[in-house]
Structures are given as structure tokens and as C-alpha cells.
């Protein structure tokens, strides 16, 4: 297997909760290293680049406000098959149909409000989304392989 980077993002619900330090347990427990790491606020226009991809979706809006109603975290995992890995480790993206123990399962803010946006956490879906979104957040001499 390929050694990975992947970006995650630990979304306002899962930050609001305080639950960033149980979420990087788990990634850090999975056998993932947190390479680089930020809490920022972002605008709505930030996210509005950030997800341009589901632009016109009927999820789009509320998304992008969701995304900037408070601080995130965003984080560059390192590992084998890194992207992958993260991807079953944080399951489906509705996470009321996320598998129990995943961590968008455990820690989604729609398990209490029932809006789906609330999945917990971001995370790249292939190389070239990776090596995409890595950079929007962080320069290379951010990212610290160990
Ligand atoms: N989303 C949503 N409803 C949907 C699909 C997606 O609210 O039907 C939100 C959800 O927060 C998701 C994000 O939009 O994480 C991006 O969607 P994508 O299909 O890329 O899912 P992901 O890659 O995050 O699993
Ligand atoms: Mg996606």
C-alpha cells in the first residue's frame, strides 16, 4: 500500500461539542499521523470555494452556512492507503446511515438536530481531491511527515 495524505476537516457540529481530541485519539489509534493541523473560522465564501464542486445541489446553501457557523479543524493525515483508510474510518456520508463506531456514527451533530450536513467530519475522496484540498489550507512547509 501507498503511503497517503489526506485532508480531514473536524466540521463546526463535532468542535462545538468538544469532541476534537476524541476524534484525533481515534485517527491517532487507526495508526494515522496528524501531519499539520489548524483551527480556523471560515467565511461563507472560503466554503463556498471549498465545496464549488456541489455547486447547485439542493444541499449546497445550507451546507455552506453550516460550514461557516464556527471554528473547524483542518489536519493532513499521513499513512498507508491514508485516503481510503480515513474514508471507512469516518463512514457514509449520512450519518444517521453511518455503520456504529465510525466516527461520523459517534460524533455528528445530526444524530440531535437531524440536519444531515452535520456528518462530523471532511475527508478527501481520491489522490486528486487530496492533492487538491491539501493545499487550499495549508503550503508545504506547513506539513510535517514523521
Ligand atoms: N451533504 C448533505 N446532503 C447530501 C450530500 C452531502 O448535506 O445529500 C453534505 C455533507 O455534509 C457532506 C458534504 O455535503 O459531507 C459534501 O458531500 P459529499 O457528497 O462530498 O460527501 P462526503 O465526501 O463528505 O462524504
Ligand atoms: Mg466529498
Given amino acids: 500500500m501507498a503511503m497517503e495524505q489526506t485532508l480531514c476537516i ?7 461539542r468538544n469532541y476534537i481530541g476524541r476524534i484525533n485519539t481515534r ?3 487507526r495508526g494515522m499521523r496528524i ?3 489548524k483551527m480556523l473560522w471560515l467565511s461563507k465564501s472560503r466554503a463556498e470555494e ?3 464542486v456541489h455547486r447547485g445541489r439542493s444541499f449546497y446553501e445550507p451546507l455552506v452556512s453550516f460550514m461557516s457557523s464556527g471554528p473547524v479543524v483542518v489536519q493532513v493525515l499521513s499513512g498507508e492507503d ?10 457514509k456520508t449520512n450519518p444517521l ?7 461520523r456514527a459517534d ?9 444531515l450536513y452535520e456528518n462530523a467530519l471532511h475527508g478527501s475522496d481520491q489522490l486528486e481531491t487530496a492533492r487538491a484540498e491539501i493545499p487550499f489550507f495549508f503550503k508545504q512547509h506547513e ?4
Avoid: C, M
Fill in 10 to 16: 473536524i466540521k463546526p457540529d463535532a468542535v462545538s
Fill in 27 to 29: 485517527i491517532e489509534e
Fill in 35 to 37: 501531519i499539520a493541523l
Fill in 50 to 52: 471549498f465545496y464549488a
Fill in 82 to 91: 491514508a485516503i481510503n483508510d480515513y474514508r471507512k474510518l469516518i463512514g
Fill in 97 to 103: 446511515k453511518a455503520a456504529p463506531g465510525t466516527l
Fill in 107 to 115: 460524533f455528528s451533530g445530526a444524530r440531535h438536530s437531524g440536519a
Fill in 143 to 146: 506539513l510535517h511527515p514523521r
